[in-house]
């Protein structure tokens, strides 16, 4: 009897969250799926009469051919700005993990970038790339350019511009998760190592990187889940511009929503959207459930 209170008392507890789950976020997403079953626009959306159209809104975004190219550019976004924030956030949390004479400040530095509000580093990544930015100021006086770079018309520099912006805010996360796991690696696996005679690459990618599996697939994952969803930062930046050119699924979505009142194909594009990551969480699960079987 006390072991069925003891689970009753347990259902309970979880009750608030389920409902608040169940209110706020399934709710959303099945009602967003039937939206882009519907031909919903501008013209109906306040009359009772919705056409359903089926998978119609999804095929015409395809046959289109611009949500391919914005999954393009979500997927280069995402892969760049995972494989930078990575590689510096290790390289600080290898620095700051030796624990040297103001370490603990100097991390603290790096951690601004994470805590300032996605619209400020955005507006200040914008006016920093702008033609009369710092930017363009430095590389003149330095006489590696001649004239302004058009950083923000032109599809490269654009791309690189929100990607250098977004790896800015991402540093510090993964250089905080990175630190947590250098802390759990035993000293005398590294003293061991350098009594056998490892030299500081060995001990690296034979100890550290391997001990780190976790921690970094974590990383990994969780940062794919946050970039590829990016939204102020990429909308105020750039707009999706030039041309497409860093119009994200997440800028797309609201595009077609708010600015062009195609408010099913914009209801489509967050589906996709959450399919895609929906499989990537399903197979951190599984890579993680046969992680913990070895």
């Given at each position: 009897?006390?072991?069925?209170?003891?689970?009753?008392?347990?259902?309970?507890?979880?009750?608030?969250?389920?409902?608040?789950?169940?209110?706020?976020?399934g709710y959303p997403i099945i009602d967003?799926?039937?939206?882009?079953?519907?031909?919903?626009?501008?013209?109906?959306?306040?009359?009772?009469?919705?056409?359903?159209?089926?998978?119609?809104?999804?095929?015409?975004?395809?046959?289109?051919?611009?949500?391919?190219?914005?999954?393009?550019?979500?997927?280069?976004?995402?892969?760049?700005?995972?494989?930078?924030?990575?590689?510096?956030?290790?390289?600080?949390?290898?620095?700051?993990?030796?624990?040297?004479?103001?370490?603990?400040?100097?991390?603290?530095?790096?951690?601004?970038?994470?805590?300032?509000?996605?619209?400020?580093?955005?507006?200040?990544?914008?006016?920093?790339?702008?033609?009369?930015?710092?930017?363009?100021?430095?590389?003149?006086?330095?006489?590696?350019?001649?004239?302004?770079?058009?950083?923000?018309?032109?599809?490269?520099?654009?791309?690189?511009?929100?990607?250098?912006?977004?790896?800015?805010?991402?540093?510090?996360?993964?250089?905080?998760?990175?630190?947590?796991?250098?802390?759990?690696?035993?000293?005398?696996?590294?003293?061991?190592?350098?009594?056998?005679?490892?030299?500081?690459?060995?001990?690296?990618?034979?100890?550290?990187?391997?001990?780190?599996?976790?921690?970094?697939?974590?990383?990994?994952?969780?940062?794919?889940?946050?970039?590829?969803?990016?939204?102020?930062?990429?909308?105020?930046?750039?707009?999706?511009?030039?041309?497409?050119?860093?119009?994200?699924?997440?800028?797309?979505?609201?595009?077609?929503?708010?600015?062009?009142?195609?408010?099913?194909?914009?209801?489509?594009?967050?589906?996709?959207?959450?399919?895609?990551?929906?499989?990537?969480?399903?197979?951190?699960?599984?890579?993680?459930?046969?992680?913990?079987?070895?």
């Amino acid at each position: 009897m006390s072991r069925a209170k003891g689970r009753l008392a347990g259902y309970l507890f979880v009750l608030p969250a389920l409902l608040y789950m169940l209110v706020f976020v399934g709710y959303p997403i099945i009602d967003n799926i039937r939206l882009s079953l519907l031909d919903v626009n501008v013209m109906n959306i306040s009359k009772g009469h919705q056409p359903f159209v089926g998978l119609d809104n999804y095929v015409l975004l395809f046959k289109e051919g611009t949500l391919q190219k914005v999954l393009v550019n979500t997927l280069v976004f995402t892969i760049a700005c995972l494989v930078l924030q990575f590689i510096v956030g290790l390289a600080f949390a290898l620095l700051f993990n030796l624990q040297f004479r103001f370490s603990q400040r100097l991390r603290g530095f790096v951690m601004i970038s994470w805590l300032l509000p996605a619209t400020i580093t955005a507006m200040m990544f914008k006016f920093m790339f702008s033609n009369g930015g710092i930017v363009n100021d430095f590389l003149m006086r330095l006489h590696l350019t001649s004239s302004p770079v058009e950083w923000l018309v032109t599809s490269g520099t654009a791309m690189l511009t929100v990607v250098l912006a977004n790896t800015w805010v991402g540093i510090p996360f993964n250089m905080i998760l990175l630190t947590t796991g250098l802390t759990t690696i035993p000293k005398d696996i590294y003293e061991s190592a350098s009594i056998d005679g490892a030299n500081t690459l060995q001990r690296f990618f034979k100890i550290t990187l391997p001990q780190l599996k976790p921690a970094i697939m974590s990383l990994l994952v969780l940062g794919f889940i946050y970039t590829f969803k990016v939204f102020d930062l990429v909308l105020i930046v750039t707009n999706g511009g030039p041309v497409n050119a860093t119009q994200m699924m997440s800028t797309f979505a609201y595009k077609l929503s708010f600015d062009q009142f195609k408010y099913s194909q914009g209801s489509a594009v967050s589906n996709v959207m959450f399919v895609l990551l929906l499989i990537v969480g399903i197979i951190y699960l599984r890579l993680l459930k046969k992680e913990e079987q070895l």
